[in-house]
């Protein structure tokens, strides 16, 4: 039995964050979650570099991996999960997880990077919390 699938209702629907590049890192589509998670409307993401939501610090990592990621066909992080920093439109920090797809030409070459993106600020403060509360509690009992 097949179905048709309405693609752009299944993207627009999703609650994490789709986020789609082309070669040169421009954004090519922009879904609800991600105006929700980063705080710019479609309007205003598509079209923009990525930069838009790549800290400073981490620009020249993240274009290095990208432009080796479009060069070479390759990446890890179709399976693995990238955890990043990212930024919101008010500039407030994020933690942000995800994974990639690399979309193909017909020859084989990459042209379209699909993230797909999950805000972990949260449970990653949290974990920051626990962590820092397991070392105060494992320094009393050293000291005691």
């Known amino acids: 039995m097949t179905t048709d699938i309405d693609y752009a209702q299944l993207v627009a629907a999703i609650g994490d964050a789709v986020i789609v590049s082309d070669t040169q890192g421009a954004i090519t589509l ?5 105006e929700r998670m980063f705080g710019f409307t479609q309007a205003e993401a598509l079209g923009q570099s990525l930069d838009l939501i790549i800290p400073e610090r981490q620009r020249q990592r993240h274009w290095d991996g990208y432009d080796k990621t479009m ?16 930024l919101h439109k008010d500039g407030h920090a994020l933690s942000i997880a995800f994974t990639v ?8 070459s990459v042209d379209t990077i699909v993230a797909v993106v999950r805000d972990e600020t949260a449970r990653f403060a949290e974990d920051r919390k ?9 320094a009393l009992k050293a000291n005691a």
């Open 30 to 34: 922009w879904n609800a979650a991600a």
């Open 71 to 86: 060069r070479t066909g390759l990446t890890r992080y179709g399976n693995d999960v990238l955890r990043v920093p990212a």
């Open 101 to 108: 797809a690399l979309l193909r030409k017909p020859d084989g």
């Open 130 to 138: 626990l962590r820092r509360r397991l070392a105060d509690l494992e």
